[in-house]
């Protein structure tokens, strides 16, 4: 019986210590942290678990703990052990509970957080870095932001490839079209996304530069059907930081871009700026704010006016290799929610966890959504003469349309001069065959002739758009008047 017993408690020892083996997946504390350090919390998490139930004080194993869960976006289980490690003094506890905070949209608790880690490490006489001052900054700027979430109807989401998202945007041909390298045929970088807007004769994109952060550049279709060379977009827009995933509106003045500078909550953010057609520069641009924007990334805004749809880009879902591609009808003018009325959280609709909860009462966007679907096999009934984006929103086609006599006529200078560039490229191509076929006199005589013309075409080149402008602008300030 004694001997029994005996047995029995060997094979409970045993048994025990072979459950803690399996439960901890054989590894020591030492090679658990290793894999803490390379990023691999998921198998890290167990041994922590299993430590912590030896030594549930432990401060340093109640922070790897935390930040393991926080990784898996366990938040609320991260707090509770990221929490007890603050409390014990573990120096990086506050930076990660911030973080934390950050992802739940408890911006207030995020600077308290922020600004905790910032104190402990001047205590510590160590510096604080930039990071961290950005970090309490971005929670500010996302603190004012939830309190003026725009009021926009989201109508559908799309889970789609990262590399390839811009297949999910079914512009109709006058909005452009938005692509890489290969799908845009132009010989833009290969790691960025380029829109060329309806005529072709531009492209713009985002190009990483020598000592800076990457610029949103842009080059210019040439007669010969070639391309000219690189060049950044007029001051206001570029930063030392990355700006990227250009878009711009019918009206050739309307840019939207992505830029993860200083105004920007998280990542990349989405901006509004305005081409200033006086001096050629542009506007400050505006973050277009939540529900757009988040901490995460956001960016590529194009919005098709003829169908009055828009689409943007995020990865707020952090699925590897995924993005969300978001459907919205844009507003004619920005609306917010009013806090006091809304029955649903803010937070859940800045970060769009339903579309449903965008929609007014009884909406259906069944119709909506099959004529995007169909948009390639969509017919016109009747083509209009020609589409000019006057402002958003507001496109002639036709010359009725216009209410200044000025802006009329500026309007067929630009479709005059346009014609005439369309003749002598043509008299162009007939010539020079006819050149490296000729000798003697008629070959410096034909010389002469095509150096004349293509002098002509490089005078005339950006005067259609020139023209245009000027229409525009004088159309814009007689109707101001009128109202």
């Known amino acids: 019986m004694k001997l029994f017993r005996r047995f029995f408690k060997y094979l409970f020892t045993v ?3 072979v459950s803690t083996v399996l439960s901890s997946g054989a590894l020591t504390l030492d090679e658990a942290r290793e894999l803490y ?3 691999k919390y998921e198998e890290a998490a167990p041994v922590f678990k ?3 139930k030896r030594r549930p004080n432990d401060g340093s194993l109640n922070h790897w703990y935390g930040v393991c869960l926080f990784h898996e976006k366990k938040y609320t289980e991260a707090e509770k052990y990221l929490k007890i490690g603050a409390t014990r003094k573990v120096l990086e506890s506050p930076h990660f509970l911030g973080d934390l905070y950050m992802a739940q949209y408890r911006f207030d608790d995020a600077v308290e957080r922020y600004e905790e880690y910032a104190a402990s490490l001047e205590k510590a006489k160590k510096q604080v870095p930039d990071s961290i001052h950005e970090a309490i900054a971005r929670a500010r700027k996302a603190k004012l932001m939830l309190q003026h979430v725009e009021q926009v109807q989201i109508i559908d989401s799309l889970i789609v490839d990262a590399d390839s998202f811009f297949a999910a945007f079914k512009m109709t041909p006058e909005s452009g079209r938005i692509g890489t390298s290969e799908s845009l045929n132009i010989d833009i970088p290969e790691n960025t996304v380029g829109y060329v807007p309806e005529r072709e004769d531009k492209v713009f994109f985002g190009m990483a530069r020598e000592g800076k952060g990457e610029d949103l550049c842009t080059m210019n279709k040439l ?3 070639q391309w000219s060379k690189i060049t950044p ?3 206001g827009v570029n930063t030392d930081r990355d700006e990227a995933y250009p878009f711009f509106l019918n009206d050739g003045v309307t840019l939207y871009f992505a830029s993860n500078g200083e105004n920007s909550i998280g990542g990349y953010d989405i901006f509004i700026t305005r081409l200033n057609l006086e001096n050629n520069t542009y506007l400050k641009p505006e973050n277009v704010g939540m529900p757009f924007n988040s901490i995460y990334n956001d960016y590529m805004m194009a919005i098709d006016e003829m169908l009055n749809i828009g689409w943007f880009v995020s990865d707020r879902e952090q699925i590897p290799g995924k993005v969300t591609v978001y459907l919205f009808i844009p507003n004619e003018s920005k609306r917010t929610y009013n806090l006091d009325e809304i029955k649903t959280d803010i937070k859940s609709l800045a970060l769009i966890r ?6 007014p009462e009884n909406a259906d966007y069944t119709d909506l959504l099959q004529q995007l679907n169909e948009i390639k096999e969509a017919k016109k009934e ?3 003469d020609f589409i000019f984006a006057i402002y958003n929103g ?9 209410t200044s006599q000025e802006a009329r006529n500026l309007y067929i200078k630009a479709t005059e001069t346009r014609k005439n560039i369309v003749q002598l490229e043509s008299k162009l191509s007939e010539l020079r065959p006819q050149y490296t076929q000729a000798q003697g006199t008629t070959r410096q005589r034909l010389s002469a002739e095509i150096q004349a013309l293509e002098s002509q075409l490089l005078s005339l080149s950006a005067q259609p758009e020139v023209y245009e402008n000027q229409a525009r602008k004088a159309e814009i300030e007689t109707l101001k008047k009128r109202h």
């Open 15 to 17: 048994g025990l210590l």
């Open 37 to 39: 350090k390379a990023g």
């Open 50 to 52: 299993a430590q912590l």
């Open 223 to 225: 007669i010969d059907g």
């Open 233 to 235: 977009l007029p001051e």
């Open 354 to 359: 339903s579309i449903r909860d965008s929609w």
């Open 382 to 384: 009747k083509q209009p």
């Open 394 to 402: 507001k496109h002639y086609t036709s010359l009725d349309q216009f």
